[in-house]
């Protein structure tokens, strides 16, 4: 996929594969067929911002996977770039870490897993 920006904040002491998310982003965008300039921002951060963020904008005192944030929805935004901001996903590392272990799967696979699962919803594809 051509123009695709995929800027990962991660804080430092947790180790990710930003290839293999990169990879699993633009997997699901072309399975979807978004196509062109599309920047989607992941965050993977502690349980301690995940709590915030979830008393914040979900108002539930407590941790989760994982929040995503969509730039899509509502008004709209003005953008001089024709880039489509489709969002932001944050993860909660030590969640993922608890999630692989329970569904007995490698760390990386379920940071895949997630990604995918808040991109979905960004692009407005909820569960069934």
Do not use: C
């Amino acid at each position: 996929m051509d123009k695709l920006s995929v800027p990962i904040f991660v804080e430092s002491r947790y180790k990710i594969n930003r290839k293999k998310i990169k990879q699993v982003v633009e997997k699901v965008l072309s399975t979807n067929q978004i196509f062109g300039p599309v920047e989607i921002s992941i965050a993977v951060v502690g349980d301690r911002k995940m709590r915030e963020l979830s008393r914040k904008y979900k108002g539930e005192d407590k941790t989760r996977n994982i929040l995503s944030f969509s730039q899509t929805e509502g008004e709209g935004i003005k953008n001089p770039t024709n880039v489509l901001m489709l969002g932001d996903i944050v993860l909660s590392f030590p969640q993922v870490i608890k999630d692989a272990s329970r569904d007995e799967m490698l760390v990386d696979d379920k940071v895949d897993q997630l990604v995918e699962h808040g991109l979905m919803h960004l692009l407005g594809l909820h569960h069934e």
